[in-house]
């Protein structure tokens, strides 16, 4: 009878239940990251605001220094500052894991923004070789560039005798790169 509970015990094992597999960790949370963080305004004129925006992943806070607006996790957020008051910013966005991502923008004011205004033609339509001239105003421009045709920096207007029908452009370029401009189109019949 011995040999038979000794045969017993060893094909069904000894100490009952099997043992337990080691325990998973749990999979790791990926750390905080700053998908994001620009000035879509760089540069910006004087008397306008700027705008910063931002994109966090994996965070459970965001800390904006100098705090001149409430930030919080977000895929895609924008606002505006007012560039007067502050120009060099540094996000920072916190993991509940405890990481940390941090970003810095600068914006830097410019003189005001160049502007074309009160655009005219001495007619929208004429026929081919007849002249035409096309007048602007401008204000806060260093340079100006204007055409095609003839262009007159004392006038600030084109003359031409086009052929076909035209599109004249004019731009007015400011100290820091900044422009604005305006079309007009002749048709010739």
């Known amino acids: 009878m011995r040999r038979i509970l000794v045969a017993v015990i060893l094909l069904t094992g000894c100490g009952g239940a099997p043992a337990p597999k080691p325990a998973e960790a749990p999979p790791a949370k990926p750390p905080v990251k700053l998908t994001q963080f620009y000035s879509s305004t760089p540069v910006v004129a004087r008397g306008q605001m700027g705008t910063l925006c931002y994109a966090a992943e994996n965070a459970s806070k965001l800390e904006l220094l100098p705090p001149v607006e409430e930030v919080w996790p977000s895929p895609s957020r924008c606002f505006q ?6 120009h060099a910013f540094t996000l920072t966005a ?19 923004a160049p502007r074309v205004f009160d655009l005219w033609a001495s007619s929208l339509s004429i026929h081919p070789g007849e002249e035409v001239k096309v007048c602007f105003k401008v ?8 055409g095609p045709g ?32 305006g079309t007009i189109p002749v048709t010739v019949k």
């Open 139 to 146: 204000e806060n421009a260093q340079s100006i560039t204007a």
């Open 150 to 181: 003839n262009f007159s920096t004392e006038t600030n207007c084109i003359t031409d005798r086009p052929k076909k029908s035209t599109t004249y452009t004019l731009t007015a370029f400011g100290a820091d790169n900044q422009e604005d401009s």
């Open 94 to 112: 916190y993991g509940s894991d405890g990481s940390r991502d941090s970003k810095s923008v600068d914006l830097r004011q410019a003189g005001p």
């Open 81 to 86: 500052v007012d560039p007067t008051k502050h």
